[in-house]
Nanobody
Framework: QVQLVESGGGLVQPGESLSLSCAASGMIFNIYPMGWYRQAPGKQREFVAT???????NYADFVNGRFTISRDTAKNTVYLHMNSLKPDDTAVYYC???????????WGEGTLVTVSS
């Protein structure tokens, strides 16, 4: 059973940095594409970043070079390092794993990031 557990959220001021982690279990981590999504209050969940099993990354336009997604296969963990955070980045951030054989997606419960002065 695939389990994803996010951590690292919190309250930061505009311009500060924050790193999120997602620990995966119950899966062969190194073959799964992984991603981060977010959902702001009153809005739909949106794509943030993905990383393939081979380490190829893709980002939403709004990231604009501020975020970096990475993965550590030894720790079965995917990270999202966020710099220059803005109030508009306030959201619950969710980790996603996509099963290669059928594209089924798995989700964590999310971690809240609040950017406010």
């Amino acid at each position: 059973q695939v389990q994803l557990v996010e951590s690292g959220g919190g309250l930061v001021q505009p311009g500060e940095s924050l790193s999120l982690s997602c620990a995966a279990s119950g899966m062969i981590f190194n073959i799964y594409p992984m991603g981060w999504y977010r959902q702001a209050p009153g809005k739909q969940r949106e794509f943030v970043a993905t990383i393939t099993s081979g380490g190829i990354t893709n980002y939403a336009d709004f990231v604009n070079g501020r975020f970096t997604i990475s993965r550590d296969t030894a720790k079965n963990t995917v990270y999202l390092h966020m710099n220059s955070l803005k109030p508009d980045d306030t959201a619950v951030y969710y980790c996603n794993a996509m099963r290669p054989r059928d594209g089924k997606g798995f989700w964590g419960e999310g971690t809240l990031v609040t950017v406010s002065s």
